[in-house]
């Protein structure tokens, strides 16, 4: 996932609720302001000097802390505004000094977590901070001539009682400036942390959606592939006996009999694999339902048999010492024999066929031959192919298919066995041999 990096992002602005209770806010402030702004006047506690008159400090009172209402809506505005009207009012000595110092707090705060370009928001923070202290300079430096004789009369301790009141003020604005800069910060950095976690659970989501497409995408694939595999054969016999029925149907009954068993036989093998087929598809893992018989290699000579059935000179050669192979290389190499067998009676008009099984040092070879016809296969891009392409690639094997020297058409995938067990096997060619009719020597 592609995240913006952290200055380029932009916090977006506040939802309607946080705009409701910026609102509320503010005027709750500017209330205890007021508030405040009353028992000033009633103590008499004048901190800046002489006050203005009162519609002036009222109007300073509601010029600092009002504008929050509007603090995450417009929050460099609102600092700015808060700013200016913050050294003004202590410009005019305005008697209300504690909620305005906090408005400006919460302006400040505002500005770093809520500004939308955060390099513009730490910009103006940094020149509004820069801005307080050079007016606090101002004001220290006005007002330390006028300081009345006897203020410090009480003064006991080592420093000098101005500079310690400069440095105390000092501090304490770096306290409440420093605190105002980190928070926003802080509260920027968490939003900017919130924001990248909720991307990467969207792309999380996306990405279980996209597996889940994949696996059904998958498990079409694969029943289209099983179905190709169980019905084309059997429907292929049906049909090449079917075509041998009806030309010998009226001049040759026992032949006609002998295609219509055949027929009837491929049919009821077709509805058992697939009966077999779709209990193992709707099963789970752990159920007892049957499965396809281990040992499918072992079925070769059933399809060389049906070859022959359906009136092709049909041989079957097996090399090398036969050992027990695993499932899935077994299914797949008895497969990948079923849909060129099955190519051969559908598109080829041959006569002869040729199967050949050879148990390898670390290896096992299926290779199906015949003389028919190319040109129709070699353009064909149906499922077989690439079904045989996909069970030979699982097991990391190699396919070869396309016409051989001499004519006719050639299927040969290898399957390698990690067994080593395997490996000690020698390939020999004194294996032995089961032919099925009469053919070609093996």
């Known amino acids: 996932m592609t995240v913006a990096p952290r200055e380029e992002w932009r916090r977006p602005g506040p939802t309607a609720e946080q705009r409701r209770i910026d609102l509320w806010l503010g005027l709750a402030v500017t209330g205890l302001a007021l508030i405040s702004l009353t028992l000033a006047r009633s103590t008499g506690a004048f901190l800046l000097g002489p006050p203005p008159s009162g519609p002036e400090q009222l109007f300073w009172t509601v010029a600092v802390t009002l504008p929050l209402i509007w603090r995450r809506r417009w929050p460099a505005a609102t600092l ?47 020149g509004v901070i820069a801005t307080m202290f050079a007016w606090l300079g101002i004001y220290y430096a006005v007002t330390i001539d006028h300081i009345p004789p006897g203020a410090f009369d009480g003064a006991v301790g080592p420093v000098p009682p101005v500079l310690a009141a400069m440095v105390s003020g000092v501090l ?33 989501r996306r990405s279980q959606a996209e597996g889940r497409e994949r696996a059904v995408l998958g498990e079409r694939v694969r029943i289209a592939r099983e179905l190709h595999d169980v019905v084309a054969h059997h429907v292929s016999v049906m049909g090449v006996q079917a075509s041998a029925c009806r030309r010998v149907f009226d001049r040759d009954p026992g032949k006609a009999r002998t295609a219509l068993a055949a027929i009837e036989q491929s049919a009821r093998t077709a509805v058992d694999e697939l009966r077999r087929m779709l209990g193992v598809l709707r099963a789970s893992g752990d159920s007892d339902v049957e499965r396809p018989a ?92 690439i079904g045989m392409r996909e069970r030979v690639t699982a097991h990391d094997g190699e396919l070869e298919a396309g016409p051989r020297a001499g004519g006719g058409w050639r299927v040969r995938a290898r399957f390698p066995l990690a067994d080593p067990a395997i490996g000690r096997q020698r390939e020999t060619g004194d294996g032995r041999s089961l032919t099925a009719g009469a053919g070609r020597p093996s």
């Open 172 to 204: 304490v604005n770096v306290l409440v400036f420093g605190f105002a800069y980190f928070f926003g910060e802080t509260a920027w950095v968490a939003a900017r942390r919130e924001h990248e976690l909720c991307e990467q659970a969207e792309e999380l």
């Open 294 to 385: 281990p040992g499918d290699v072992e079925r070769i000579d059933e399809l060389v048999e049906r070859a022959r059935a359906a009136g092709l000179t049909a041989t079957l050669g097996v090399y090398g010492e036969p050992v027990a192979l695993p499932e899935s290389v077994s299914q797949a190499a008895y497969r990948v024999t079923q849909e060129a067998v099955t190519n051969t009676l559908k598109h080829a008009g041959a006569d002869l066929l040729d199967v050949r099984v050879r148990y390898l040092a670390r290896e096992v070879e299926v290779d199906v031959t015949d003389d028919g016809r190319t040109g129709r296969r070699a353009g064909a891009a149906g499922l077989g192919l």
């Open 80 to 126: 700015l505004v808060v700013a200016v009207a913050f050294i003004a009012a202590q410009a005019r000595s305005a008697p209300e000094t504690q909620f305005s110092a906090w408005a400006l707090f919460c302006a400040l705060y505002t500005m770093g977590a809520w500004g939308p370009d955060h390099q513009t928001a730490r910009r103006l923070r940094i």
